[in-house]
């Protein structure tokens, strides 16, 4: 296997990863990480490092001061609220909080970007490494690109990874196109009147507007012609009033997770999800109102790339897997990839690790380096390397 980064520079960026992952921290608060990640880079020395992008989001630029293409690969700093159950060393030192999604090996892989960087310099355009705040909650990408200071690192094209249980360590997953769902999360809250239990009839319960709802929005996808792909609605969350057997309730809150493949499906889903409660709010004589929290986009891969993609994993002597159908989480990568050309890849992370998400989930580190070869690869047709 071909491999690019020096093994003394893989044992660090390993170390690292196991520093990250006994150092955790949750959307929003990466300040340690920021801070430690910054201090990798910062002896990789790059053209320049631009803190504070969207929270604690912050970015290495090398810039070899050419013409030509500037290339961003992202990585995520963020954890997630879980308790680790895992008892080796590098186990997470923060109660209730843990890098259950991986995106501590995200950060090693990129930090071994800099690693690399700092011996082989782009010789036309740049290579940006940005490590982004706040991906589990599906608000960090937009918040660095919303970011006055993202203008100075705008890039032409940009590109990512995630690692994936259930596939072999260190193949390559990939399709063009979508390649990552759309998801929102839907929150209806009901508001009718209370009244004693034995005088239903003085008040107006939202029961049958809550039973209504789950009901009619549950059956919105099987209207296939409505959609030209793939969606899926999950009832996730709902409430009737209180435990009190005194009292017929007044308010209800149903809440649901709406996905799909593409984004025009999801604003048709919505729409036909808006149109049912409106209408039932009128005949049932209900208030309601209608929030959307966790807005992710698709991530869609764009065809321009695949190419790159592709002779990435030859060069990196990676096993290629096709997939047909795209995946049914998602990703705020799909933010920067709806204004600029790019990917989302999948890095197997082996077939018998637990999911993503579960409290025993660990990123194997033999497979950061299969990551490190693959963005070397893709950035390498870019900017060429000195
Ligand atoms: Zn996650
Ligand atoms: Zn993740």
Known sequence: ????????????????????????????????????????????????????LGGYGLAAVYDSGQAGP???LRADLDALPIEEVNGFAHRSQHQGVSHKCGHDGHMAILAGMSSLLKKHRPSAGRVILLFQPEEETGQGAAKVIADPKFKKIKPDYAFALHNLP????????FKEGSFASASTGMIIRM??????????????SPVNMMTQTMGGLMSLPKNRSDFESFVLLTIIHARLGEVA?????GKAVVMATLRTYLDDDMLVLKEKSERLVRKLEK??????TINYVEEFPATINHSGVTEWVEEAIRKSKAKKLMINEAFRWSEDFGHFLSATPGALFGIGSGTDQPSLHNHDYDFPDEIIETGINMFYHITDQLVKYK
């Open 166 to 173: 259930g596939y072999e360590k260190k193949a390559i997953i």
């Open 191 to 204: 508001q009718g009147r209370s009244s004693h239990a034995a005088h239903p009839e003085q008040g107006n």
């Open 283 to 288: 005949e049932l004589d209900i208030q309601c």
């Open 70 to 72: 500037s290339v961003l």
């Open 245 to 249: 057997f005194g009292t017929t309730p």
């Open 1 to 52: 296997m071909l491999s690019v980064i020096e093994k003394s520079h893989l044992q660090e960026v390993i170390k690292l990863r196991k520093i990250l992952h006994a150092h955790p921290e949750l959307s929003g608060n990466e300040e340690q990480t920021s801070r430690r990640i910054k201090a990798f880079l910062t002896d990789n020395k790059p053209d320049s490092i631009i803190e504070g």
